[in-house]
């Protein structure tokens, strides 16, 4: 669209309560600016384009436990990047040059995060084509494909909508929808209501109560009727504890070896050497009482040893201290459990057995799936005993 019809203002604004109760009709009260003016130059100067940056304080009046959690939470700072002990890139660096990695992170990392509360309740992102959702109207819940999905497309986007890509030797990877979205027409405040602005957590998957599987699926952990499930979801048994994501999921995107510059027209930019669509199981090095898998999906995350030379040599020198193949949770769930290589345009799969993933070396994150520089890092996850094949085929799966 044109500039102008980004910010094109609907008729229902005008009967909104944030404009006719909070701001008495009075576009100057957020957005300052000369009225009455004669040209668009005069009307526009000390203009204030995004009111609610960059933290939140013009909303604190009505909204003031929001904005305070918000100041915390994971939408807004870098926490999870930025902290030496927690941060999944700050923990990798050489303890002398973090000045020269934040100039770095700064520059190339700070701007994927929400900086100001209109960019989820009123506004796209900057990364989704900038501009209003409709006509300035305030939205109390985000919208999945135009706030969402305008940040989290490269990976939740591709895989919830069935986007598809390719895979690692550049072939066609066509995926279902997640169930949950087709046929289901869930939006993704069905299940992330909000704990994401949570203050004070380090990591995604730290988040208190945040959504699972049996959170919605309540039983699946006890659930004799269904053999699979009996067999590795109960973690009173005595076999190895798998991730819903294992049985349930596709093939998502990978991405690998990503490296920040400033080219020469003094634009901020990275380079990712490739992405690709991908089908991984690992062991699980993030145990917990809310992660107690043995085998978990993972995913390899764009970071590099020489991820941020342009600011100075060696600034990752600890980059062994934690995997590039990640914990993972897709947002490409299937009921009808199908493996990589399964016709997905096709009819269902028959009743799955465990020979489906046993004897399957190739689904199994392996030291052949390693670059030499990431060998280290990703010792905890690698699976170095396959499950072997069973004479009869175990129990039938649905």
């Not at 796209?124 to 969402?148: I, S, Y």
């Not at 919830?160 to 979205?181: P, R, S, T, Y």
């Not at 490296?259 to 930019?269: A, G, L, P, S, W």
Request: charged letters at 20%; a negative charge; hydrophobic letters at 30%.
């Amino acid at each position: 669209m044109e500039d102008w019809e980004k910010v094109k203002i609907d008729e229902e604004f005008l009967a909104d309560r944030h404009f006719v109760e909070f701001f008495n009709s009075d576009c100057k009260a957020c957005h300052g600016g000369v009225e009455p003016a004669l040209t668009r130059a005069d009307a526009h100067i000390d203009l204030v384009a995004a009111p609610s940056y960059p933290d939140g304080q013009l909303c604190t009046n009505c909204h003031g436990q929001q904005v305070d959690d918000y100041h915390t939470s994971l939408h807004f700072e870098n926490r999870g990047l930025y902290d030496v002990q927690h941060g999944v890139v700050a923990q990798r660096a050489n303890p002398e040059m973090l000045a020269e990695l934040e100039e770095g992170m700064t520059n190339h990392c700070s701007g994927c995060h929400v900086k100001a509360c209109g960019d989820c309740h009123i506004s796209r992102p900057h990364l989704n084509e900038k501009g209003f959702v409709a006509g300035h109207v305030f939205f109390k819940t985000p919208k999945a494909t135009k706030n969402c999905t305008g940040c989290h497309g490269a990976r939740v986007e591709k895989e919830m909508l069935a986007k598809g890509g390719e895979d690692i030797e550049g072939n066609a990877v066509f995926v279902q929808a997640d169930v949950h979205w087709n046929p289901n027409a869930m939006t993704c405040d069905a299940c992330h209501t909000g704990h994401e602005d949570q203050s004070g957590v380090y990591h995604r998957y730290d988040v208190k109560d945040a959504p699972t599987c049996e959170g919605c699926h309540p039983g699946v952990n006890t659930d004799t009727s269904n053999a699979m499930h009996a067999t590795h979801a109960n973690p009173a048994g005595d076999n190895p504890l798998l991730q819903c994501h294992v049985c349930h999921s596709q093939p998502y995107n990978n991405c690998r070896s990503c490296h920040v510059f400033i080219n020469e027209d003094e634009q901020k930019t990275f380079d990712c050497a490739e992405s690709w669509f991908q089908f991984k199981i690992g062991k699980n090095y993030l145990k917990s009482a809310k992660r107690p898998y043995d085998y978990v999906v993972v995913r390899h995350v764009p970071v590099d040893p020489d991820t941020f030379e342009y600011y100075g040599d060696n600034i990752l020198s600890n980059f062994d201290v934690a995997p590039t193949w990640k914990y993972a949770t897709p947002h490409n769930v299937i009921r009808q459990i199908k493996l990589p290589g399964d016709d997905v345009a096709g009819p269902p799969p028959q009743a799955r057995s465990c020979n489906s993933c046993h004897g399957h070396e190739d689904l199994f994150l392996g030291s052949g799936d390693l670059d030499p520089a990431e060998v280290v890092a990703n010792a905890p996850v690698v699976v170095t005993d396959i499950p072997q094949t069973l004479p009869d085929g175990g129990p039938d799966g649905g």
